[in-house]
């Protein structure tokens, strides 16, 4: 890949998925098939979590299959010590989503010989601590509509990116969530319903609003149903929505990267892209799902079969991307399914036939592709002529 490619193996992006399946619970301790933390929102489906290591171009580097209830914070530490055996110590850059590695994991990497260098998203949490001394420090233009604020504490460096397209779209749909959200709360207190049925839509509004725009919102519900008026009233959270609007758009992220500009760090992190391009391509086009098979063996075959798709596809992706600009995977193969393998069948005389093994011709697209990615295809199959029931050679 590298020298075909010029694929990076410096900098690593590592995340985590998960893909169900329908089997028959209760498995034992030892197996992965597990309920946990489903990003699919299929909690009632055991599943199992697929963790995977690729480069900025998207080259998978490794993944591994692990138990459905397995905490992402955990998985890291095995990770940095796998590609390491495999590869060797390097100057790597590792770069992560918040919630994947640990202050002790983190502690660990900048203390080793040499030091693991890492890029990591950091929760909202830790902004709240450092708001006040980041507060002091002076935005920094990095481009047209992205702007940072830098903080050095304790070996490390905390990045404060505002983002001007990120900030109008975050804007755009917690406005809309809102909206829906209010106009949801009018119609329910208009509604004849007992305290109970209140409660059950009050539930299923709040997992449409999402836990932000839900908290924005101060609600109050009677414990009685003596006065079907006052037995719901709520209020905007002014105070709440000041700073979710101050954070709008605003990304911590921490390194332990020193001495790189801040455009380029930024644009380490935006990288992750790549890494949830590649679950995309796998539940989506590859298909990695719905998963049939019962036994955890068979589960995890497909898995690797699938895996080995996407190693082709995003392989198939780099090569469209020098020699045929502007032309996805899944465009070419949608083209070149049209072209199919037959075999014509002729009888003779004497009672044998003659197989003629034949693939369809190719039209013009299908040989500007072929072109394009410099592809010959085969010659035709040689013909074959049965014999007393059997194929000749």
């Known amino acids: ?104 994991v983190l502690t660990e990497m900048r203390e080793s010989d040499p030091p693991i260098s890492y890029l990591v998203g950091t929760p909202r949490g830790r902004l709240t601590k450092l708001e006040a001394q980041l507060l002091a420090q002076p935005w920094k233009d990095v481009r047209p509509g992205l702007e940072v604020k830098l903080l050095a504490q304790d070996k490390e460096l905390y990045i404060l990116a505002q983002s001007r397209q990120r900030r109008g779209k975050e804007r755009a749909m917690r406005c809309r969530k809102l909206k829906k959200l209010w106009q949801r709360l009018a119609h329910l207190r208009q509604m004849r319903l007992s305290r109970d049925e209140l409660l059950i839509k009050l539930g299923q509004a709040k997992q449409e609003a999402g836990r932000v725009v839900w908290k924005l919102v101060q ?31 605003r990304y911590l992220l921490r390194s332990n990267l020193v001495g790189i500009e801040p455009a380029q760090l930024w644009e380490l992190y935006i990288q992750l892209t790549q890494i949830e391009e590649a679950f995309r391509n796998l539940k989506g086009d590859l298909a990695i799902r719905p998963i049939y098979h019962q036994l955890q063996q068979r589960i995890e075959a497909h898995i690797f079969i699938a895996f080995l798709a996407y190693c082709l596809h995003v392989t198939l992706r780099r090569r469209l991307h020098k020699l045929a600009p502007g032309l996805t995977p899944r465009a070419v193969l949608e083209k070149f399914k049209t072209i199919q393998m037959i075999d014509v069948h002729l009888p003779t005389d004497d009672g044998r036939t003659v197989i003629l093994p034949r693939y369809t011709q190719p039209e013009a697209d299908h040989r500007m592709l072929l072109h394009g990615l410099n592809l010959e295809l085969p010659a035709q199959p040689k013909p074959r002529i049965t014999a007393a029931g059997k194929l000749a050679d």
């Open 219 to 249: 609600i109050t519900v009677a414990q009685t149903d003596n006065s079907l008026s006052q037995l719901l009233s709520y209020r905007l959270d002014k105070v709440r929505l000041r700073v979710v609007r101050r954070r709008e758009g």
């Open 1 to 104: 890949w590298k020298d075909l490619f010029g694929a990076r193996f410096e900098v690593l992006l590592y995340d985590l998925t998960s893909t169900y399946f329908e089997s028959d619970p209760d498995f034992g301790t030892e197996d992965k098939r597990q309920f946990g933390y489903s990003r699919d929102k299929r909690n009632d489906c055991v599943q199992v979590v697929i963790a995977i290591v690729v480069t900025p171009e998207g080259f998978p580097i490794a993944y591994e299959v692990l138990a459905g209830n397995t905490a992402d914070k955990t998985t890291l530490r095995g990770f940095l010590q796998k590609i390491e055996a495999h590869y060797g110590k390097a100057d790597r850059i590792w770069v992560m989503d918040r919630g994947i590695p640990t202050e002790e």
